[in-house]
C-alpha cells in the first residue's frame, strides 16, 4: 500500500506539473472509522522505527510541510506527530525573516533547524518560502528567485549526503474547501486568533501562487528529496496518507539498535 500510495501522489523529477491533475478529495476508498484505527496502528510503527532512529544516532529525517492556508499543516501535526517521542522530533515553523534572520543569507535559518543525527525535524513552512513569496509579490526580480530552485536542490543534497532523508508533502486543498475553513476560522471565538489579513489577500492571487508551486515542485523533486502532492479536503485521509509515506520513509532508512556492550554482561543492579 505504501508504495501505491508514493508512485500515486510522487511528482516526477523535472516533468511538467499540473496541480489540477491532482485530486483535493481522494480518500483511496477508505472510510473514517476504518482510517482512525488505521492511523493508531500506523503511527505506533512509526513511534517503533523512531524509537531505533535515536537509538543508533546515525541518520535523522526531515519532514517539509507546504500547502495553501488552512491546507491542514498545523492539525497534520498534532494528529500524525504527536505519536512519536516529542524528546526526538523537533518541529519548526517558519515566519516571515524577521532581525538577525534578515541580516543573513535566506538558507541561514533554515540549516540551524535542521535535525541533529537520530531525531526527526518537522518543517511547517520551509525554505520553499523564499522562492513562491518573493515571486508572487515581486519582492525580488526573476533572476534571484530562480537561481534559488538550484541553492536549494544542492542544499537538500547536502543534507542527505550527511545522513538526513528528505521528504516533502504540499497539502492540496482545494479552492472552495480553504473559503469554507477561513470562514470557520473567522466565525469561531477560539480559531479567530489564527486569522491573518493576508490570508484573504493571497486568496485572491491563487493562480499566481498555484504556477508557483507547480514551477518549485518540478524544479526540487528528486529521488533524493521527493514531492508528494496530498489531497487535504478531506482531513483524516490527509493525515493517513502523509503518515503511511514517512513510515516507509523511515522503515526504509532501516535505523538499527546498537548491539548490547560486552562489558554489560553479568552485570546485577543491587
Known amino acids: 500500500m505504501a508504495d501505491k500510495l508514493m508512485r500515486k501522489f510522487l511528482v516526477a523529477a523535472g516533468k511538467p506539473l499540473s496541480l489540477a491533475s491532482f485530486p483535493t478529495d481522494d480518500t483511496l476508498g477508505w472510510d473514517k472509522d476504518s482510517a482512525k484505527g488505521e492511523l493508531a496502528k500506523t503511527i505506533s510503527l512509526m513511534s517503533f ?30 494528529h500524525v506527530m504527536t505519536g512519536m517521542n516529542p524528546a526526538g522530533v523537533q518541529v519548526t515553523s517558519f ?10 543569507d535566506y538558507l541561514w535559518r533554515c540549516h540551524a533547524a535542521c535535525p541533529a543525527k537520530g531525531e526527526v525535524g518537522v518543517w511547517n513552512r520551509s525554505h520553499y518560502e523564499d522562492i513562491l513569496v518573493p515571486r508572487v509579490k515581486n519582492l525580488v526580480d526573476d533572476e534571484t528567485w530562480s537561481r534559488r530552485y538550484r541553492h536549494i536542490r544542492d542544499f537538500e543534497h547536502m543534507l542527505v549526503d550527511e545522513g538526513t532523508k528528505v521528504i516533502k508533502f504540499y497539502l492540496h486543498v482545494s479552492h472552495e474547501v480553504q473559503r469554507q475553513r477561513l470562514q470557520k476560522r473567522i466565525d469561531n471565538p477560539e480559531s479567530s486568533w489564527k486569522h491573518d489579513p493576508s490570508d484573504l489577500t493571497d486568496r485572491r492571487i491563487w493562480p499566481l501562487y498555484e504556477n508557483a508551486y ?27 496518507i502523509v503518515a503511511k509515506i514517512i513510515l516507509n520513509a523511515l522503515q526504509a532508512m532501516d535505523p538499527q539498535v546498537p548491539a548490547p556492550d560486552d562489558s554489560l554482561k553479568g552485570i546485577t543492579v543491587e
Open 49 to 78: 522505527e523512531q524509537h531505533r532512529l535515536m537509538a543508533e544516532a546515525k541518520q535523522s529525517l526531515l519532514i517539509v510541510l507546504q500547502g495553501r492556508d488552512a491546507s491542514g499543516k498545523d492539525g497534520l501535526v498534532r
Open 95 to 104: 515566519k516571515v525573516p524577521a532581525g538577525t534572520e534578515r541580516m543573513h
Open 214 to 240: 507547480e514551477d518549485v515542485m518540478r524544479e526540487t523533486s528528486r529521488p533524493y528529496a521527493p514531492w508528494y502532492v496530498v489531497p487535504a479536503d478531506v482531513k483524516w485521509s490527509r493525515d493517513l
